[in-house]
């Protein structure tokens, strides 16, 4: 049974889907049934990926990993989003660009995720 804000990857095309309202069906991609991505939430290996959420000037900063995590062509941070019950808000990122995001308005005490496109999803 796919739930609300659950990550589903798919193995043959690459498709990641975020599922808005949770049923009970399979999420179905290319013929097969999507991978359902558990959020890590402790580093291992060099790479750091745990978000880390800090107060800052009318809101929130989230940096990736306790080291910046690297922002290479083929391994990069594609996603950061903060979330604060019902309510989320993400922010892209690409290649070149810092590992980390500013979010306006927001609590500190958001929980805070992000997505690596070798890695995986993480929480903090």
Known sequence: MAEQKQIYKCEACGNVVE???GGAGD???CGENMKLF???TADEGKEKHVPVVEAADGGVKVKVGSNPHPMEEKHYIEWVEI???DQSC???LKPGQAPEAVFKGAS???SAR???NVHG???S
């Open 38 to 40: 558990e959020e890590k």
């Open 27 to 29: 999420l179905v991609c």
């Open 121 to 123: 999803l993480w929480k």
């Open 19 to 21: 599922v808005l309202h």
């Open 90 to 92: 993400r922010h892209y």
């Open 83 to 85: 979330i604060d019950g």
């Open 108 to 110: 500190p005490n958001v």
């Open 114 to 116: 992000e997505y690596c």
